[in-house]
């Protein structure tokens, strides 16, 4: 089955990036020009990706006003010759998919978020996309039809990996996992948030994942966690690992932490020097720059 919808949960505080988000949603901190959720709604229509449910909280509207027609300001836009390129860029998000919004009235983790999904999702294999992750793939397949590509040839969920630092490996998730072929791996168990002797490997996974219907009835059933009080989505594809088979991918392509600070320059930096209008200019002011570091 064609996979056509994707869930992007977006309902986190931001703790790690306030006062920032304090009043403006941590999805719509800017990346150069464009919020990071309107990157992340590029990825999955990239890959074909039709219908998108979002899934925020309270003090999130921003994120709904962005996909939605602002008639006053396009209007303005339409009517100005010298700025047609911007009011194709303001139209563009407006246009991308058939984009939907849930509250998650309650701050329950990631399982709750996801499960809320369900009568979207229905009986369908679907994509999630993590809100706190930008992952470019510059002029390559983006990251979640990779993943896409991975279930309609294995028939199995897949969760997105790379290798971390193993020094980091404790702020994720560390995967047992074996070869299949090329960059996809059977994956046995994951560890959520490993002390040093719990590390099985430093794969990771990092914001993409594709999973079978089956794993709204796991999460039903998955116990709440005793250390975080919550039913953890990790805990929940374990069982499906064990019980339906799960695969990894490691993708090709560029990951950001947009709920983390670093993360964030880190983004602006490298999209602002490959971007069509400033790129150049930016180059050549990081090169002054790093002259005086």
Excluded: W
């Amino acid at each position: 089955m064609k996979i056509k919808k994707a869930i992007i949960p977006a309902a986190g505080l931001g703790t790690r990036v306030l006062p920032a988000s304090k009043s403006i949603p941590k999805e719509m901190l800017n990346i150069v020009d464009k919020p990071a959720i309107q990157y992340i709604v590029e990825e999955a229509v990239a890959a074909g990706i039709e219908e998108i449910l979002i899934i925020t909280n309270r003090g999130k509207g921003a994120m709904e006003d962005h996909f939605d027609h602002s008639f006053e300001l396009e209007a303005n836009l339409r009517n100005n010759p010298s700025k047609q390129k911007i009011y194709e860029d303001v139209l563009k998000p407006v246009n991308l998919a058939n984009i939907y919004f849930i509250r998650q009235k309650e701050t329950k983790g990631l399982a709750d978020a996801i499960y809320r999904a369900k009568g979207f999702v229905g009986n369908e294999p679907f994509a999630i996309l993590y809100g706190d992750d930008v992952i470019v793939n510059q002029g390559g397949q983006p990251v979640i039809g990779q993943l896409i590509d991975a279930y309609e040839k294995y028939g199995k969920g897949v969760v997105g990996v790379k290798e971390v630092p193993r020094k980091d490996v404790s702020k994720y998730c560390s995967l047992d996992v074996t070869p299949i072929e090329n960059n996809v791996m059977q994956c046995h168990n994951i560890i959520e948030k490993p002390t040093e002797d719990q590390i099985i490997s430093c794969y990771s996974i990092l914001g993409r994942v594709v999973m079978p219907p089956e794993i709204f009835d796991i999460i039903k059933d998955t116990p709440v966690n005793p250390v975080g009080k919550e039913v953890y989505f990790t805990d929940s594809m374990v069982t499906l690992a064990k019980t339906y088979g799960l695969n990894a991918i490691d993708f090709v392509g560029t990951r950001f932490d947009m709920g983390n600070k670093l993360g964030i320059m880190k983004a602006n930096c490298e999209m602002a020097l490959c971007h069509e209008e400033i790129g150049d200019d930016f180059k050549e002011y990081i090169k002054q720059l790093a002259k005086t570091l």
